[in-house]
């Protein structure tokens, strides 16, 4: 199976995983970035855009797709799976605040990014979701053990 331009199963999870995240934003509009390392607050954002844009556009992709029926199963599978973990966590998380949760939280988009980038070939996307992975989970850490000290 080849994508053309765009991946809209890709587009789909991203809208998936940014629904809840608007949720929160705007139950919590008060609540603040704690973490005071801007470096790696740098680090978190150009890998959380970086992933957005490339989990449906193909950039510096020859053949956006899949080399096998193998890997498309994969893909659907273990992408929804992963989808379904992160958006029950969400729902968790809303109701009962944890720096495990949080973490989880933080994990489990990393880990569909590279997912999608391994299985796609797409190297720019996994190379991006290293990079989201270190900034995100470390920001997250961060604030949810700046927050827990708060309370």
């Known amino acids: 199976m080849e994508f053309g331009w765009i991946n809209v199963f890709g587009a789909v999870i991203v809208v998936l995983m940014l629904i809840p995240n608007i949720v ?39 053949k956006f797709g899949f080399a096998s029926v193998l890997e498309m ?30 973490l989880v939280l933080a994990v489990l988009p990393s880990c569909i990014f590279l997912l999608s980038g391994i299985l796609l070939k797409h190297w720019l996307l996994a190379g991006f979701a290293v990079v989201f992975a270190i900034g995100h989970i470390y920001v997250t850490y961060k604030n949810a053990i700046l927050t827990k000290d708060r309370n």
């Open 24 to 62: 929160y934003a705007l139950k919590n509009k008060g609540e603040k970035n704690l973490c005071t390392n801007r470096f790696m607050n740098v680090v978190e954002q150009i890998g959380r855009y970086a992933c957005i844009v490339l989990m449906w556009l193909p950039l510096l992709v020859w």
């Open 73 to 102: 199963i994969l893909y659907m599978s273990c992408n929804g799976l992963l989808l379904a973990a992160y958006l029950i966590a969400f729902a968790v998380y809303m109701k009962r605040k944890t720096v495990r949760l949080a």
